[in-house]
């Protein structure tokens, strides 16, 4: 375990209280938002790239980054709120003794979801860069990357493809670059693994 790996671990713990804090249901309305965003960014950015490509004086590239991040966060933002009003309106219920228990401890196994989905996206496009030696080996030498990436690899193909195609600069990192990650993977096999995710959640719980 590096340096890398407890900064992590700390960022982990950091969601693991504040899902203990807010609660099942605001958590899991982040954990939705997040995916949900992600899915819906893959779909839609390149239409929308095209539609403002002139705002980024023919940069196609760098629209279509750009517009995943818009729809991303706005499709975030909005499951986020939506789910928050649940959880207002669910306050009586959530605050009777054994419902509180569980609301918090739903909130903690959610907010260790929402915290791998987020390390796994920043991991995976931080591998692509050498920001510099130190940080590099780091990344390399870390026991918690790779875990975190392989979290979120069904989401991984509903990236910017201007992101998935970067060259690594990391070899240990090599079996998420390029076309080879998402080859024979398509849209129908992206939510499958999504509802399976959700399936063994609800198991869990």
Known sequence: MNTLDIILLCIIFFFIIFGLRMGIIHMFGAVIGTIVGVIVGGLFYNSLALYIEFVFLGNINLARVICFAIIFLLIDRLIGFIFSLIAKNSNLITKLPFIKTINRLGGAV????????????????????????????????????????????FLIPLLPQELINLSFSMPNFSKFSGNSAIKGIDFSSIVSNFLNLVQQITNKK
Do not use: H, M, R
């Open 110 to 153: 959610f907010g260790l979801i929402e915290a791998n989905i987020w390390l796994g996206i920043i991991l995976f496009v931080l591998t692509k860069y050498s920001i510099c030696p130190t940080f590099d080996q780091l990344l390399v030498t870390s026991k918690l990357v790779n875990p975190l990436i392989s979290f979120v690899s």
